[in-house]
């Protein structure tokens, strides 16, 4: 809008603006951020995580990403203990794939995967989700199976 326009109609513009932006956003499936927990040995690590609760969000992850924060990642949420088939097809970074129970322990973890890659990703048995965080990261963090994950999503059994 030109400044010579009376200051409701730059004010009304400047809503509609931000309205359609918002819209946008949530069209496009705008992330929400949540903090989880990691309890290991060398003490808790704190992430921010992306929720993965549909079966589209799922299926998206973190494909088309050229970067990932070294304390952002993505849970993808099963709702229930099951097997969990995951691959890398049209993800450009390496990940560390952290396959948790219901009970927040973590079973397995996939460190590195190769990006690009069709090759399935086994959990090796039943878990709830699976955090998926920059390749690396649970070396370097000190993350191992047996550790315990803090999130809403996990309730102690």
Do not use: C
């Not at 513009?13 to 499936?29: C, D, P, S, V």
């Amino acid at each position: 809008m030109r400044p010579g326009f009376p200051a409701y109609l730059r004010a009304l513009g400047a809503a509609l603006l931000l309205l359609a932006g918002l819209a946008t956003a949530q069209q496009a499936g705008a992330a929400s951020f949540e903090k989880l927990t990691i309890e290991t040995r060398g003490g808790p690590i704190t992430f921010d995580i992306e929720l993965a609760l549909t079966p589209a969000e799922r299926a998206k992850g973190l494909m088309y990403r050229t970067e990932l924060a070294p304390t952002g990642g993505m849970l993808f949420d099963f709702g229930v203990d099951q097997p969990v088939y995951m691959w890398m097809k049209n993800t450009y970074i390496p990940l560390d794939m952290v396959f948790i129970r219901a009970d927040g322990r973590i079973a397995r973890i996939a460190e590195n995967t190769t990006p690009l890659s069709t090759a399935t990703i086994e959990s090796g048995g039943p878990v709830r989700a699976v955090l998926e965080l920059a390749g690396g990261t649970a070396r370097a963090r000190g993350i191992v199976a047996g550790d315990k994950v803090s999130h809403r999503l996990f309730v102690a059994r």
